[in-house]
């Protein structure tokens, strides 16, 4: 079967299963998921804490393999391509911004937004870059080191470099994380701009109700499973569906105890 995506998906994994470990410590990340992220939109991954966020990002933006399934960018298999291929297509079409800004200290801010464009040899689009530095408005910090700019702004100076070689995708593990929530707005803001003003696709993950109320769409994850979509979220309705879901996990949990104090008791 052909489960290269469509178009119009800019990324997509298929019966996505992700286990680590093995034995006793054997933890299944993700068990059977299949989603696809539409091009030219802003998605964002919701879910408890464990329930295989981070796992979903890295496997579907090709940082990590799936243990069985497939995981596509546009019309590209990952699964098929070599380590050298897969390296290029992170570069050439992928977009990554983290928690930690991971910027380096010793590079200016107009440094780090094309470090990883000239790393790989390609050259910057000058007017792409301009644009970039105007809409996340640090235009007269391009001189300046990260150090001597606030978090927002460093977060700011990553999105940029997210964006710099003009990616199909930008993937961002909690994003505003580390901000605070004016920061966290205005780097939220950016991500949505992005999507909307230049057609990019963004996917994020966030645990943070509001910052998924920036995206189109949110994908709720729990146990490893895809457990649900919502179009057009709110906060008030993604913290509803939150709750439900972590009530689940909890009733989980407290079940799981009782059968441990159970065998305690048979024991003592
Ligand atoms: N490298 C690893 N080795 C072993 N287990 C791992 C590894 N990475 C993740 N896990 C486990 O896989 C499961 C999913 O982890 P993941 O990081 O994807 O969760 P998450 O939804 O991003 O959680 P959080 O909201 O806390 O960041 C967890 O049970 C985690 O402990
Ligand atoms: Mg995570």
């Known amino acids: 079967m052909n489960t290269a995506p469509a178009p119009h998906v800019a990324a997509r ?3 996505a299963v992700k286990v680590y470990g093995g034995g006793d410590t054997e933890v299944r990340a993700l068990d059977g998921v299949t989603v696809d992220f539409p091009a030219g939109r802003f998605t964002a991954i919701m879910g408890p804490s464990g329930s295989g966020k981070s796992t979903l990002m890295h496997c579907a933006a090709g940082l990590d ?4 399934g497939t995981a ?3 019309g590209t298999e990952l699964n098929s391509l070599d380590d050298r291929r897969l390296t290029l297509l992170r570069r050439d079409r992928v977009g990554f911004v983290f928690q930690a800004f991971n910027l ?4 200016t801010v107009a440094e780090n937004i094309t470090l990883p464009l000239d790393l790989g040899g390609v050259r910057a689009d000058a007017e792409w870059i301009d644009a970039l530095v105007d809409t996340v408005g640090l235009r007269d910090r391009l001189h300046h080191r990260p150090a001597e700019l606030s978090g927002g ?11 710099a070689g003009r990616p199909d995708v930008v993937f961002a593990d909690e994003p505003t994380g580390n ?16 999507v909307r003003q230049t057609h990019r696709t963004v996917v994020m993950v966030t645990h943070d109700p509001v910052a998924a109320a920036h995206a189109d769409e ?4 729990a146990d490893g499973r895809l457990v649900d979509r919502m179009r057009e979220p709110t906060a008030d309705r993604v913290l509803d569906r939150m709750k439900a879901l972590d009530t689940k996990a909890l009733d989980t949990k407290a079940l799981d105890g009782a059968g441990e104090r159970r065998g305690q008791g048979v024991l003592s």
Request: zero cysteines; glycine letters at 6%.
């Open 13 to 15: 994994v298929v019966d």
């Open 65 to 68: 393999t799936l243990t069985s």
């Open 72 to 74: 596509a960018i546009g």
């Open 104 to 107: 380096l200290p010793t590079l």
């Open 153 to 163: 702004q460093q977060q700011r100076v990553a999105v940029a470099r997210a964006f």
């Open 179 to 194: 901000l605070d929530s004016r920061s966290g707005a205005e780097v939220l803001g950016l991500l949505a701009h992005a």
């Open 218 to 221: 949110v994908v709720f994850l």
